[in-house]
């Protein structure tokens, strides 16, 4: 009997990762004070408390009682403040902007945060906007807002609504996470964002839409945030809350034509001037970089208006606030107004934070902020208003001056010296495999949901534990585990185990009602019966590709393939289906065959899936019949060459264990590798990187040639050019540092010393070998040499230069010595300001040296 099984192509595999908050170096994840930085480094990190700074006034509460007179600010008779203020012409106008940073998943899951902490968040500062006309919050996670709101009764939603028209509640960003920027490809950071608007358009209408986006926890920015994510979303301004320390550093300092922290960002090269941004790095000094150099958290200094109580210093405030403004300003183009975020991880909550047991009340915050507002207003010397990003770029736009122009990215992102946040781009790889396979799939299946017209009722499995609903598809709550999990603290592989197996089971569990709404689609397409399409997507032990798994084709004689193909143009794939028995062949829809090739399992592959038993408390007996079982009923794996899928269309292939079908004598016959070789007798030894002639790949543009006895790539020839590079690459490690800063899911931290693998290393061919062919030995000490110009891609988007910097006299360096003990890969960092570079070279004729260590 038939069985059908789908196999969706992935889309092309995305590089990257990401982790959190070492503040541009001032503050750890909990907040202490990280010692022994630069002084460069030590000159943001002034945030803290009131006291920190001399004040410019003699104090009221330091003065003699009996001379003193009254206090220099008393209070409201009426005991209302006075928070109605707007920007003033010719003064320093400060924008206050209350934001609270709601991470869907890090040390706890999306779940938990919300529960514990998110909820308060959004249900208290909703009372206390509505306190107060003039009082404004913006917030981001719309994952987190749409969890409030299906919890929200009626009255409570009214009242949002009301603040959300009058623009006292505003969405910035608006995305259902805040993505990280490394992390996904550009699919995913559009899907999520969508799915964020979408919910906000549903309740809110469109006039809710976000102006402006808020990037501030990322691991790094991309170009393609700039232009696609900001830009061409509708979105006219986007901001940052860490930037490299020393591009910082030249900033603060104006070096090298820079003016401050704002400036216009082209991140694409073929939209220009079409697609540009309004950006900028808030100036930052508190928590995490993206609050100010004031918190009201409980047990700090409270702004005290009472002369009639101990320790008034509203004076002292006021004091500090003027500093500070004017700080800023000397930092700021357009002087007239400077933009404060004030908030951080999980603040405005009326309730204990169970991470750090201190208590954040969204009304300890206001009740401060317009006292704050009222006296610094009340002094004059600069103004003070509750404001967002929205209203603030409003009155950047009216400056008449010429910002700084910027093309380049922020990528690796170091946050002081040695400290490069290049560890998270490796961490939790199948965390990573995961939501890259689960955002090619949510496309596949979204296109199928409208080609077959398929619906969520007719589907029929709905998931248990949905996402909040935005949408009534089928793809609903796939789109938003997916989504959630796009967060910097998700696929960037910073979070707890625990946080990165609860979105591996969200996504999962949604996955199999997408899965049921495919068959259904793919049935309808093929005229099948409902439930004659299979999947293999490692929801179960007998059900997963990735392990060579699949009970829909093993213990089968016959079974066809169906393959989508997402894509808007025709694509080749090769499929690699786990069969049973040696010989098969394939033909395709209308009969020809198809080239295949069967290859045997290795007794490790078919061990994998006896890694989901658990025998603690099992008998003997029990254990036996677990193991028969979970036993992989494949014995080879069937590789299919799948070729020229329709454009966004499918393709139907059959498999038959026939060795004497048709196919064998219309093709090459299947090639299994050792089966026949085992069947005779003979030990299946694995032919271990044995000499061979050299592999040619090639495209209309270039052509590959991969050496037939290491495998690796030797040359590469652009056959318009005719111009071809001899390559040499070999691989090497790093060894990790033990102490502090030591490499961890952000950080990539080696101690100084790398090397080649060594020789003997069993997955690996010998790297260098002698003339007469014998491996070299295991050597120590070359050169990270990586070229001196490449590029790379943005989230999959419009490619990046990058090059070596060549720098003046005076010029900030941005470089990472090498041959020093250094954080993070000092290679592709020597290289990270392409603006400030010397002419690149271009790829021509001649050799080339890739060491990769
Ligand atoms: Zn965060």
Redesign the pocket.
Known sequence: MSEIMIVRRLLPTLALLAQ??RANGCHDAAGKVITGLAQPEESFCTAGALGEETPTIELFRHKDPKTRGEAPYPFPPDRKYNTSGGPVSGKINVHLVPHT???TG?QVTVDQYFASEVFYVIDTVITTLAADPNRKFIYVETAFFARWWEQAPDEKRATATRLVQRRQLEFINGGWC?HDEASPLWTAMVDQTTRGHQFIFKHFGPEAAPKGTWQ???FGHSNTQAWLLSAEAGMESLFWGRMDWQDRTMRYERKQGTNGFEWVWQGSRSLGSSAQTFAGNLFGRGA?GYSSWFSFEGSGAQVNDDPALFDYNVDQWVDKFVQNAREQASHTQDAEHQIWALGS?FQYQNADQPRSGIRVHADQWYRNLDKLIHYVNLNGSVNAFYSTPSLYVDQKKRWNGTYELRTDDIFPLADDSHNYWSGYFTSRPALKRQVRFATGVLASARQLEVVTQTTAKEVDRPSAKHAPVVGSSWTDSFEGTVGVAT???GMSGTERQDVTDDYAMRISSSQKEVEAGIGLAVSKLLKLERGAVSHCHCHAADDCLNISVCAATTGKDAFTIAAWNPLAHSVSEVARIPVSGGRWSVTDGVGRAVPSQVVPLDERTKELPLLYLNSFGLSTRQVAEAKARLENKADHVLMVALESLPPVGLATFHAAADAESTVARAAPPPVDVAGEAAQAGEAAEAPAFAEAADTVVESDVFSLTFDGASGLLKSLTNKRSGATTALAISWGWYNSSVGEPRSECVFMCPDGTAGPIPVDTPWLPPVARHSDGRPMPNNWGKEVIAGHTWYTDSNGKEMVKRAGASLKDGEVEFMEPLNETMCGCNDIHAARRPSALAAGRKLQSGPAVFSFW
């Open positions: 959190r908050v940073h709601d991470d890090w805040m501030i926890d990322p995490g991880d967060h910097h603290d």
